[in-house]
């Protein structure tokens, strides 16, 4: 205690020292010193802005709630595609409405993203073989996640989608090589062709009430796959829906035997009838 007296007794000493010596004490730099300065920037959409800075972060805002983002191609690339080997950190605000096609693929740098609760639709393509991610957050709010959107992001390695989504295109998470668990909302009504296809660290899969169909080998290749919940509300399962899911050992239904009995499930899915059916 004594210690700490002392010095705060000279600390005080010295700040008089300077001011009597006409000198100022250390000022704190000024805050645009403290930001990253702007490496290049633009529009992406009408009532859309982007910026791209020297730390490596890209923000995409809006002006304008709910302001559509462009789709791209590869004759037509995102105007940040130049960075994309560079951007680690993507802001995507509040008021954005859409992302666009292939707007942000082939981001090898970027680990994490939050999808904001004002985007409601995710196009296809848009972040594909972002081979670095690693966690995503989708808000409530999106409605429909596009063909190929997050295939092949290989360091993926849980997903949970919100009860806001009604469709996920072919190929939405297809190739998620790190991918070892996924929970789909009641709201999900449509899993689209070869959803989940060749997730091979996939282990669990939880498909809440709501969903009617799944549809043609979602999860073919999911070569981990040992338990997935089905609800009754499911009346259909295609071809090769859980081929090659070798793993698969238990599937909880959440009907009757009566119902999953009923249920029309297509051609080559030979190990859903080797697998335990728990039913209600």
Known sequence: MKNRVCALLLLIALLLTMIACGKKAPEAPALDEEMAAVVASGECGTNLMWTYDESGKLTISATEYGAQMEDYSIEHRPPWFDYHEEISTLEIENGVGSIGNLAFAVLTSLESVTIPESI?????????????????????????????????????????????????????????????????????????????????????????????????????????????????????????????????????????????????????????????????
């Open 120 to 280: 409601t639709s995710i196009g296809n393509t848009a972040f594909g073989t972002c081979v670095k991610l690693k966690d995503l957050t989708i808000s409530n709010g999106v409605t429909s996640i596009g063909e190929t959107a997050f295939n092949a992001c290989s360091q993926l390695g849980s997903l949970i989608i919100p009860k806001s989504v009604i469709a996920i295109g072919e190929y939405a998470f297809s190739r998620c090589d790190s991918l070892k668990s996924v929970t789909l909302s009641k709201s999900v009504e449509s899993i689209g062709y070869n959803a989940f296809i060749d997730c091979e660290s996939l282990e669990n899969v939880v498909i809440t009430d709501g969903a009617t169909s799944i549809r043609e080998m979602s999860f073919y290749g999911c070569s981990a796959l040992k338990c997935i919940t089905i609800p009754a509300s499911v009346t259909t399962i295609g071809q090769y829906a859980f081929g090659n899911c070798a793993a698969l050992t238990d599937i909880y239904y959440e009907g009757t035997q009566e119902q999953w009995n009923a249920i029309t499930i297509a051609e080559f899915n030979e190990l859903l009838a080797t697998a335990t059916i728990h039913t209600k």
